[in-house]
C-alpha cells in the first residue's frame, strides 16, 4: 500500500482564519480523496481531488469553504477557509490502491477552532 | 438514503475472548464492502469484501459479507489489549462519486487484560 504524510498532524488557529493541509503520497495515484470526521461523528467525504481538472464535492460542501488543489499525481491541499469552531476535526486524505483499489488513509490533521 | 448502521456501539470484553462486530447497509448499487481499525486519528485498513460468503482472513481477524441479508460481521479471536480501537464499516455504492465511502458511526471495542 502507498505511504501517505499529512502537514500539519495537528492545529490551533482562531476563527475566522484559514487552514492549508497537504498529503503527500510516496507513489503516484489516480484518485485522492478528503474526509472529515467530527467530534464524536463517522467520517464522511469533503471531495475528490482530480489531477488537472477541478475537485469534485459532495453536498454539504463549496469550493469557496474547502478549495483543494491536486498539481500532481502525488500531492494535494485541502484549504479549510474563514474557520469556525464548527470546523473543528479531524481531516483525513485518502488514496485509491492496491489489488482491489481499496481506499488507505493518511494520519490525519487534527484541528481546533478557537 | 445510503446508510451504514454498526452494532454494537461499543464493547468491553477482556483479553482471550472472541468478539463479533455487526454492520448492515442499506445501499444503491452495492459495490464493495470494507472494515477499518482506528486507534488515533488514521483508520487502517482490513479488510474489503465484494462476494459473498467467502471469508477473508488475517492473523486473529476474519470477515464475510451476505448480500443477501445486507451485513457483514468482523470477528476477532483471542483478543488482546492491542485490538482496543474502533472499528469502522464503510460502503461503496457503485454509482455516484467513484470512492464516495460510505461509513458508519464505529464499533468501541475496548480489551481489558
Known amino acids: 500500500s502507498a505511504v501517505i504524510s499529512q502537514k500539519p498532524s495537528r492545529d490551533i488557529c482562531q476563527r475566522g482564519t484559514s487552514l492549508t493541509i497537504q498529503c503527500q503520497v510516496d507513489s503516484q495515484v489516480t484518485m485522492m480523496f478528503w474526509y472529515r470526521q467530527q467530534p464524536g461523528q463517522s467520517l464522511t467525504l469533503i471531495a475528490t481531488?482530480?489531477?488537472?481538472?477541478?475537485?469534485?464535492?459532495e453536498s454539504g460542501f463549496v469550493i469557496d469553504k474547502f478549495p483543494i488543489s491536486r498539481p500532481n499525481l502525488t500531492f494535494s491541499t485541502l484549504t479549510v477557509s474563514n474557520m469556525s469552531p464548527e470546523d473543528s476535526s479531524i481531516y483525513l486524505c485518502?488514496?485509491?490502491?492496491?489489488?482491489?483499489?481499496?481506499?488507505?488513509f493518511g494520519p490525519g490533521t487534527r484541528l481546533t477552532v478557537t | 438514503e445510503d446508510k451504514v448502521v454498526q452494532s454494537p456501539l461499543s464493547l468491553v470484553v477482556h483479553e482471550g475472548d472472541t468478539v463479533t462486530l455487526n454492520c448492515s447497509y442499506e445501499?444503491?448499487?452495492?459495490?464493495?464492502l470494507l472494515w477499518y481499525k482506528q486507534e488515533k486519528k488514521a483508520p487502517t485498513f482490513l479488510f474489503m469484501l465484494t462476494s459473498s460468503g467467502i471469508e477473508k482472513k488475517s492473523g486473529r481477524l476474519s470477515s464475510i459479507l451476505d448480500k443477501k441479508e445486507l451485513s457483514s460481521i468482523l470477528n476477532i479471536t483471542a483478543t488482546q489489549t492491542g485490538d482496543s480501537a474502533i472499528y469502522l464499516c464503510a460502503v461503496e455504492p457503485a454509482l455516484g462519486s467513484q470512492g464516495n465511502l460510505i461509513f458508519g458511526k464505529g464499533t468501541k471495542l475496548s480489551v481489558k487484560p
Open positions: 445501499v444503491t448499487n452495492f459495490r464493495s
Open positions: 481531488a482530480n489531477q488537472g481538472s477541478e475537485a469534485t464535492y
Open positions: 485518502s488514496v485509491a490502491g492496491g489489488a482491489d483499489y481499496e481506499q488507505y
